[in-house]
């Protein structure tokens, strides 16, 4: 069934959001058709899965791509499902419909078969995520390539990425006299822990509390790193909440469009082949084709996507069905993809503090409100290798009966009547959560390691999902290859630096812990604290990027080593795991791999004595403006007239109007039929004309086209010298100016379609001279007082602009030399 074109109702709902972000592949493919529009370009850069990290990586190549030089295709499996975040949204609303397995697990360990899995929409598991996102410190990045290592610190990625997810400022959302007391607490504790003991237990940017920094920096090191940005990014905009993907591609496919809409004549047909971006949901990826080293093709459940020769193809989603796919389309000559799989261990230990217990710090005050802290843990192993974990500590006023400290810091609606109700409460009781994270550490040289992703060939019911393998998946804690035992050595010093951490926070006093019967003096067993290995959705490693071939499965940039146009982005491609959420690390090795695949372009500056009027980018486009009939669009670099709709069109700049100068630009036509113009000194189209024979009169245009016609001059494009074969209508002339009486004119060598030409464009006084690739070809003098007049002599004349007439002919490197 062919995608509607307008939104469709449900039972319930207008689907406004949906059609207006997503595309059917039917529409994708119908842009590509170069036999139903000539103009069709092929989608060059497929992302497979719009979640979390495809959707950085989609809107980062769409924000760099300033030239437009390419078309970028999402293939999501699931429904768009949410534009938000669920924990902006009320806590009851919380979909499971979109979550899914599509893996297999092969281990005997229950929770192998408890996965959360994957969130089936636009945005993914972004959507879900609680919002966490501690730093890197240096030991966290010892085994990464050092390429890498120095563009994700000294090179700043990791601080855009911070920026992009909201933890780059200060969370001041949390503060108040609980904050501030809790802090402290923590803060004299830690710089007190006697020395020597094997775990360290430091702030977030890894600075010990010890250190001779300042007091109010090491306090801010123990404030929590939510992905919440709480302060404006600047004038006029407004704070993120929490981050997630699906706003992204939302603000990328909705640009996609309005540029389409400004670029393409006719119905949608014609501005989906203008989209530079379309982001197609229900697109279930079943397998990759290869030839050689190139993947040609990806089969999805709602057809195929050829990939051009230029084209790239990435990996983006989620661990183990990226690695699905790399290990059914390639050869895995080493055996190394679907090895190192890593994943974080995790424990919880929730107490309670009597309020009277932090003093008088909370006198007088009713309701205690909320505090998040965090602690950062370096293990050193008994070979002297470092493991990493940290503790997020949520703290929060309840009553008697209250248990969850983390209610009001995460799912609470900002609406009057809550306010209302908590003016009313009377905290007796301070609970606080901790919680521990630490990274497992991962097998790359056995060859059938512990914790892996295979391909599932021999599932009991032979080949699943449309006739593909699943992957199989196997994650353990207790490694036995690895002598030193770090999974579960750095597990132990993990709970033990929870338990001393929260004895810290009673100070002394009286501290209760919840266990599986209720409160209790004792700290909960190893097994009542700690979460099955698949309670998170951290899963990475699988992919790991390096410099050797035989050593890695992506290089430095994601690109798997084995194929040349395939890469992975996201956590998939970390070579060790660390303590943090891997969305910080993901989302900035993503961008990081964007940039490297689509570069910002660097225009080439300009001869001397010139100044681009349009350098290729989408900056200097915007300087331009259409009107009349058809269109412009900003295509791979260059501005391509868009004719249509029976009336010509007009292009011109509208920063500033010009006296004497001369303008350099180059020109590439389709077809020998094609027909343009370069219009010089003309009134602005904006206004209306005084009348050549009463000046007091002014003269409106339905089309201002023919402003630039009436009162500047076009230098002709055109080698049919259309409409009666006269070289005044013809490629570098003058049009409309007799020949020989009026120009003296030379017909250049003639243009050949596809091929860029220079043209120059001379005028001094009243003097026009016209040069095709250093040949001048009109030489004409205007004596005409009231056209062509110069922008000292007239300031609403004097302007530039292109014609857009009959075919698509291309322009670039506009530039300009005032005289």
């Given at each position: ?62 924000f ?59 945005g ?107 302060a ?9 909440n ?29 501005r ?30 709602q ?38 799989l ?30 998040a ?22 703290a ?42 630490g ?38 804690a ?59 959705h ?9 410099e ?54 660097q ?29 412009f ?64 009169r ?40 007799p ?49 062509g ?31």
């Amino acid at each position: 069934m062919p995608t509607s074109l307008v939104p469709q109702t449900t039972d319930f709902t207008l689907d406004v959001l949906g059609r207006y972000v997503c595309n059917g592949l039917d529409e994708a493919l119908a842009s590509t058709d170069t036999a139903a529009h000539a103009d069709a370009r092929p989608f060059d850069l497929i992302v497979l899965g719009g979640g979390s990290f495809g959707a950085v990586l989609a809107s980062h190549l769409f924000f760099n791509d300033t030239s437009r030089a390419h078309r970028i295709l999402v293939l999501e499996a699931g429904p768009f499902a949410l534009p938000e975040h669920t924990q902006n949204l009320p806590p009851q609303l919380n979909p499971g419909e979109v979550w899914g397995v599509p893996w297999n697990s092969d281990s005997p360990q229950m929770w192998n078969q408890r996965f959360p899995g994957l969130a089936f929409c636009p945005g993914g598991r972004s959507l879900f995520w609680g919002g966490w996102s501690p730093y890197f410190i240096d030991s966290e990045l010892a085994g990464w390539p050092k390429a890498v290592r120095d563009d994700l610190t000294a090179g700043g990625y990791l601080d855009t990425a911070a920026e992009q997810i909201g933890t780059a400022q200060t969370n001041d959302f949390v503060y108040g006299p609980l904050h501030d007391a809790l802090k402290k607490r923590l803060y004299d504790g830690l710089r007190t822990r006697p020395t020597g003991t094997p775990t360290a237990l430091v702030g977030n940017r890894g600075t010990p509390m010890t250190a001779s920094q300042p007091k109010a920096q090491l306090l801010r090191e123990l404030d929590a790193p939510l992905a919440v940005q709480s302060a404006s990014p600047r004038p006029g905009f407004f704070p993120f909440n929490k981050f997630n993907g699906i706003q992204l591609l939302i603000r990328a496919a909705r640009l996609a469009q309005a540029e389409a809409e400004q670029s393409a004549v006719g119905g949608s047909a014609e501005r989906d082949v203008k989209k530079r971006l379309m982001l197609v949901d229900r697109a279930k990826v079943i397998r990759l084709e290869r030839q050689g080293g190139r993947i040609t093709r990806v089969v999805t459940n709602q057809g195929t996507v050829d990939v051009p020769a230029s084209g790239h193809v990435f990996l983006a989603l989620g661990t183990v069905e990226s690695t699905r796919l790399a290990l059914a389309a390639l050869p895995n000559q080493h055996g190394l993809i679907g090895r190192n799989l890593m994943a974080h261990l995790r424990s919880n230990v929730t107490i309670r503090l009597p309020r009277a217990s932090l003093g008088t710090a909370l006198a007088g005050i009713k309701e205690l409100a909320v505090s998040a802290l965090f602690v950062k843990g370096v293990h050193t192993h008994t070979d002297g290798s470092p493991g990493h974990f940290h503790l997020q500590i949520t703290a929060s006023g309840v009553g008697a009966l209250g248990t969850d400290s983390e209610a009001e810091l995460f799912k609470k609606i900002p609406d009057i009547d809550t306010l209302d109700r908590f003016r009313d409460l009377t905290d007796e009781w301070l609970v606080v959560t901790l919680r521990g994270i630490g990274e497992m550490t991962g097998d790359r040289t056995s060859p059938d390691p512990l914790n892996r992703i295979a391909l599932d060939h021999l599932g009991p019911q032979g080949p699943y999902d449309y006739g593909q393998p699943r992957a199989l998946v196997r994650l353990e804690a207790d490694d036995p290859a690895d002598p030193v035992r770090r999974n579960m050595a750095l597990w132990d010093a993990l709970d033990r630096a929870t338990d001393e951490v929260a004895l810290l926070l009673a100070n002394g006093g009286p501290i209760q812990y919840l266990g599986r019967g209720g409160w209790q003096d004792i700290p909960p067993a190893t097994e009542a604290r700690r979460d099955i290995l698949s309670s998170t959705h951290h899963e990475s490693g699988t992919l790991w990027m390096g410099e050797d071939p035989a050593s890695s499965v992506t290089d430095i940039w994601g690109r798997l080593h084995e194929s040349d146009n395939l890469h992975a982005v996201g956590p998939s491609t970390l070579p060790t795991i660390g303590s943090p959420n891997p969305m910080l690390s993901g989302v900035a090795l993503t961008r990081r791999t964007a940039d490297h695949v689509v570069p910002p372009p660097q225009p080439s500056a300009p001869e001397d004595g010139f100044r681009p009027l349009f350098d290729g980018t989408d900056r200097t486009f915007n300087l331009w403006r259409s009107v009349g009939g058809g269109t412009f669009a900003l295509v791979d670099g260059a501005i391509v007239s868009q004719p249509g709709g029976g009336e010509l069109g007009l292009l011109y700049y509208t920063r500033q109007n010009f006296s004497d100068f001369v303008l350099r630009l180059q020109l590439r036509t389709s077809t020998v039929a094609d027909n343009s113009g370069v219009f010089v000194r003309f009134r602005d189209p904006k206004r209306r004309v005084p009348d050549r024979n009463d000046p007091t009169r002014l003269i409106p245009y339905n089309n201002q086209h023919w402003v630039a016609v009436d009162t500047g001059f076009e230098i002709q494009i055109d080698e049919t010298a259309s409409p009666d074969g006269q070289d005044q209508h013809r490629t570098g002339a003058v049009y409309g100016i007799p020949i020989p009486v009026g120009q003296a004119y030379q017909r250049p060598a003639p243009l050949v379609p596809g091929q860029w030409t220079d043209y120059e464009i001379e005028v001094r006084g009243n003097t026009y001279t016209v040069r095709l690739n250093g040949t001048q070809t009109s030489l004409f003098t205007n004596t005409d007082t009231w056209r062509g007049r110069a922008a000292t002599a007239d300031p609403a004349s004097g302007f530039l602009g292109l014609q857009a007439h009959t075919g698509m002919v291309a322009f670039r490197n506009i530039r300009i030399k005032e005289l």
